[in-house]
C-alpha cells in the first residue's frame, strides 16, 4: 500500500496531476451544485464545447491551453447569459441556434488542431482528457482560477441559492436575478476550464454534473449538499488517476466510468431507503 | 468551369460528391422535422451514440458502417422508449451522455494500442469525418440509404407534420403517433450513420439542425421549409467540399460547418430585419 503510493507520487507530473485534479474537483463540485439545482446542465454542455477551440487555438497561438480554455469558456458564459434565453422566438428555434454554435465550435477547434500540424494526438488529449504534461505552472494558474471563482461564488452563493430555489420570491426581495444569473455563467465558465484541463472538453460532466447530481440524491441540506459533491468529485478524481497510472487505462472512461458508478448507486441508495 | 473540371478528375472528390450530395439532402430533409418537433437534443444524443459505436466498430475490427447503424438505432429505440415512458432531466441526459463518451475514450484507447501511432487517425475520422476518404462502394452505400431515408421520410411527411405541430389532433384523427415518432427516430439514425463520413460523428448536429435552422428563419410554410432546408444543406456540403479542395488546409466538415454557420447568422440578420419593419 505504502509501496504503491510512494510509486504513484514518485514522478512530478503525477503530483502535478493530484494538484490539478484536487483543485478542479472542489471547484467543479461546488459549481456543479449550483448547475443542477438551477438546470443549468445544458449550458454547462456548451460552454465545454467552447472550450475546446479555446483549447486548441491557444495551443496552436503557443498560449497556454488553460487561458485559452478561461478565456473562451468566460466570454461564451457571459454571452450566453447577456444574449438571455428569452431572446429566441421559441425553445425550438433555441435548440436549434445552440445546436448550431456547438457545431461550429466544434468544427474550429478541429481546425485548430488541423493546422497545429503533427500532433494529431492532441485531439483526443483536448477532446477526453490527459493527466500526462500537467506543469506545475499550470497547477499554479488553476489554483488561482479556482480561488478567483470560489470567492465570487462565496460572494453572491447566498442569494443565488434562494435565487434557484425560488426566483419569484428571491425577486421580489430585491435579488438582482439578471446579475447574479450572468455571474453564476461566468463562474461557471471557470470551473468548466479548469475541469476541462484533466477530463477533457467532452466530458467535464464527470466532475461538474455526476458528483453534484450523486450528492443531490443523498443529502437535501444546501451546505452538506456541497460538501458531498466536493467529497465524491474527489473520490472520482484520486481513483481515476490511480487506476489510470497502474493500468493506462485513459483517464476520461474512468472518471466518467467512476462518476457513473457513484450516480447510480446514489440513485439506488435514495430509492432503498424511501422504500 | 476549370474548378468543376479539376475537381471532378480526381476520384474522391466525385465520391465524396455523390456521397455528400445523398446524406446532405436526407440529413437536411430529417433535421427540419428534428427542430419541428423539438428534437434537436435527441439528434445530440445520437451524435454522441455514434461516434462510440464508430470506434467500438474499429476497436474491435469490424464494418464502421454496422458499429454505427448498430447503436445508433439502438439508441433511437432507447430514446423513444424513454420519452414515451418519462420525460428524463437535462441531468439524467447529461449523465447519460458523458458514461457514452467516456466508453468511446476506451474504445479509442483499444484501437490506438492495438495499431501503430501513426495508424491512430481512424478515431479522429470518426469524430470529424473523413470525407475524402469515400470509396466508390461507399459512396454508392451512401447514395441507395439517403435515397431511402428521403423516400421514407417524404411518405411519412404529411401525417408527420399533423403529428409534430399538434399531436393530440393527430391522435384524435387516427394517426398513431407513437408509431409515427419511432419511426422517424428510426430514419434519423441511419442518416446519423451515413453522416458520420460526412461530417463526422461530433458534427452531425450542424448538417441537421443548421439547415432547418436557416429554412425556419427564412419561411413559415412546412413544405418550402423541407425543401429549403434540404436545399441548404446541399450547398453547405458543396461548398464545403470546394473551399477545402481550394484550401487543402481547411478541412472539410469544418468548412462545412463554417458555410453553415454563416448562413445561420445571414437569416438571423434578414428575419430581424424583417421583424423591424413590420
Redesign the interface.
Known amino acids: 500500500m505504502i509501496d504503491a503510493l510512494n510509486q504513484l507520487f514518485a514522478y512530478q507530473f503525477m503530483q502535478n496531476a493530484f494538484l490539478a485534479g484536487t483543485t478542479a474537483a472542489v471547484l467543479a463540485g461546488i459549481v456543479g451544485y449550483f448547475v443542477?439545482l438551477r438546470?443549468e446542465?445544458?449550458a454547462?454542455?456548451t460552454l465545454a464545447i467552447v472550450g475546446f477551440p479555446g483549447a486548441a487555438g491557444a495551443i496552436l497561438f503557443g498560449l497556454p491551453q488553460l487561458l485559452g480554455l478561461a478565456v473562451l469558456c468566460t466570454a461564451s458564459g457571459l454571452g450566453i447569459g447577456v444574449l438571455g434565453r428569452g431572446a429566441l422566438r421559441d425553445?425550438?428555434?433555441e435548440?436549434?441556434?445552440?445546436?448550431?454554435?456547438?457545431?461550429?465550435m466544434?468544427?474550429?477547434g478541429?481546425?485548430f488542431v488541423?493546422?497545429y500540424r503533427g500532433l494529431?494526438?492532441g485531439?483526443?488529449s483536448i477532446?477526453?482528457?490527459t493527466f500526462l504534461g500537467v506543469t506545475r505552472a499550470q497547477v499554479v494558474l488553476l489554483v488561482a482560477i479556482a480561488l478567483v471563482a470560489l470567492a465570487a461564488l462565496a460572494l453572491i452563493g447566498r442569494p443565488l441559492l434562494y435565487l434557484s430555489v425560488d426566483e419569484p420570491a428571491a425577486a421580489a426581495a430585491g435579488v438582482p436575478v439578471r446579475a447574479l444569473s450572468v455571474g453564476f455563467l461566468v463562474v461557471l465558465g471557470l470551473a468548466i476550464a479548469s475541469t476541462a484541463l484533466i477530463t477533457g472538453a467532452?466530458?467535464v460532466?464527470?466532475l461538474l454534473?455526476?458528483p453534484a447530481?450523486a450528492a443531490n440524491q443523498l443529502v437535501a441540506r444546501p451546505g452538506l449538499a456541497m460538501l458531498a459533491s466536493v467529497g465524491l468529485g474527489l473520490v472520482i478524481v484520486w481513483s481515476g488517476l490511480t487506476i489510470s497510472y497502474f493500468t493506462?487505462?485513459?483517464i476520461?472512461?474512468?472518471?466518467?466510468?467512476v462518476?457513473?458508478v457513484i450516480?447510480a448507486a446514489a440513485r439506488m441508495a435514495r430509492q432503498l431507503s424511501g422504500a | 468551369m476549370d474548378l468543376l473540371d479539376g475537381m471532378l478528375a480526381h476520384e474522391f472528390m466525385r465520391n465524396a460528391l455523390l456521397a455528400s450530395t445523398g446524406i446532405a439532402l436526407a440529413a437536411g430533409l430529417a433535421g427540419y422535422f428534428l427542430?419541428?418537433?423539438?428534437q434537436?437534443?435527441a439528434?445530440?444524443a445520437l451524435s454522441h451514440v455514434a461516434f462510440t459505436g464508430g470506434v467500438a466498430a474499429l476497436a474491435f475490427g469490424v464494418s464502421e458502417l454496422f458499429g454505427l447503424l448498430v447503436a445508433t438505432v439502438l439508441a433511437a429505440v432507447l430514446l423513444n422508449s424513454l420519452s414515451v415512458a418519462s420525460r428524463a432531466?437535462?441531468?439524467e441526459?447529461?449523465?447519460f451522455?458523458?458514461?457514452i463518451?467516456?466508453?468511446?475514450?476506451?474504445f479509442?484507447?483499444i484501437y490506438v494500442s492495438g495499431h501503430s501511432?501513426s495508424n491512430?487517425?481512424g478515431?479522429?475520422g470518426v469524430?470529424?469525418g473523413s470525407v475524402f476518404g469515400i470509396s466508390a462502394g461507399q459512396a454508392r452505400t451512401a447514395v441507395f440509404v439517403s435515397v431511402g431515408a428521403v423516400l421514407s421520410l417524404l411518405v411519412i411527411a404529411r401525417p408527420l407534420l399533423f403529428a409534430s405541430v399538434d399531436s393530440a389532433a393527430a391522435a384524435a384523427q387516427g394517426i398513431r403517433v407513437g408509431v409515427l415518432g419511432g419511426a422517424f427516430l428510426l430514419v434519423v439514425a441511419v442518416v446519423a450513420s451515413e453522416a458520420v463520413q460526412v461530417t463526422?460523428a461530433?458534427?452531425?448536429?450542424?448538417?441537421?439542425?443548421?439547415p432547418?435552422?436557416v429554412a425556419?428563419n427564412l419561411t413559415t410554410r412546412p413544405y418550402a421549409g423541407m425543401a429549403l432546408s434540404a436545399g441548404i444543406a446541399l450547398v453547405a456540403t458543396w461548398s464545403g467540399l470546394t473551399l477545402s479542395y481550394l484550401v487543402p488546409?481547411?478541412?472539410p466538415?469544418?468548412a462545412?460547418?463554417?458555410v453553415?454557420?454563416g448562413l445561420?447568422l445571414c437569416s438571423t440578420g434578414i428575419l430581424n430585419m424583417q421583424k423591424e419593419r413590420s
Do not use: K, N
Request: no cysteine; aromatic share 14%; hydrophobic share 60%.
Open positions: 443542477v438546470g446542465a445544458f454547462g454542455h425553445r425550438h428555434a435548440s436549434a441556434a445552440i445546436g448550431t454554435i456547438q457545431a461550429f466544434l468544427g474550429l478541429f481546425l488541423s493546422l494529431l494526438e485531439v483526443y477532446l477526453f482528457g467532452l466530458l460532466f464527470a454534473v455526476m447530481a493506462d487505462l485513459p476520461g472512461f474512468l472518471v466518467t466510468g462518476g457513473f450516480y | 427542430v419541428l418537433r423539438g434537436v437534443f439528434a445530440d432531466g437535462d441531468v441526459i447529461g449523465v451522455f458523458a458514461l463518451l467516456g466508453l468511446g475514450v476506451l479509442i484507447s501511432t491512430s487517425t478515431g479522429v469524430l470529424f463526422g461530433l458534427l452531425i448536429l450542424g448538417l441537421m439542425a443548421t432547418a435552422a425556419r488546409t481547411l478541412p466538415s469544418f462545412m460547418m463554417a453553415l454557420f445561420y
